[in-house]
């Protein structure tokens, strides 16, 4: 290859390069990475399906396959039900679908059973413990609970609870 052959090669690499790079999804740097609260909206949830404090999470977006990290136990009381979350919370993720979810249970009446699927339907999110579902709107689920305390943490609790673990 002659040296006016070889130049125009390098060049056309150089430019083939040069328009992957452009036209290709930027990565994200360790400063944009998103939240595990930013990656429940980009499916269509609401991000106060986790509680505050989420440490970190992995999240093949090939398989939709997802681990979230709590750094303890996170359990609160809403309503008639009371949630735990284990350190660990895996399942897999689509639009409007979290599946084979563990480590998220729901204690209704003196009973704990396993939060095994959350559906997005229109204006509602549609829990199911395999054997049931409940369905609620979408507006009850505005700001993620804390531990301990859920929605309803005063100022005063929410230090008390940080004080003593």
Not at 109 to 115: E, G, T
Request: proline share 5%; charged share 20%; with cysteine.
């Amino acid at each position: 290859m002659d040296s006016a052959t070889l130049l125009k090669f390098l060049i056309s690499l150089a430019a083939t390069l040069y328009l992957i790079l452009i036209h290709s999804n930027p990565a994200y740097s360790d400063d944009e990475h998103p939240t595990p609260y930013d990656v429940l909206q980009n499916y269509y949830f609401p991000v106060s399906l986790l509680p505050e404090g989420v440490i970190g999470y992995d999240l093949d977006n090939t398989t939709g396959k997802f681990t979230v990290y709590l750094n303890d136990i996170c359990s609160f009381s809403e309503g008639l039900y009371k949630l735990k979350y284990e350190t660990t919370v895996k399942g897999y993720i689509s639009k409007g679908k979290l599946s084979s979810l563990e480590g998220v249970s729901v204690k209704f009446f003196y009973v704990w059973m396993n939060i095994v699927e959350i559906l997005r339907r229109g204006n509602d999110i549609e829990f199911s413990v395999g054997v049931g579902k409940a369905e609620f709107p979408i507006e009850y689920f505005v700001k993620s609970p804390q531990c301990g305390c859920g929605l309803n943490c005063s100022r005063r609790q929410a230090r008390k609870l940080m004080e003593n673990p």
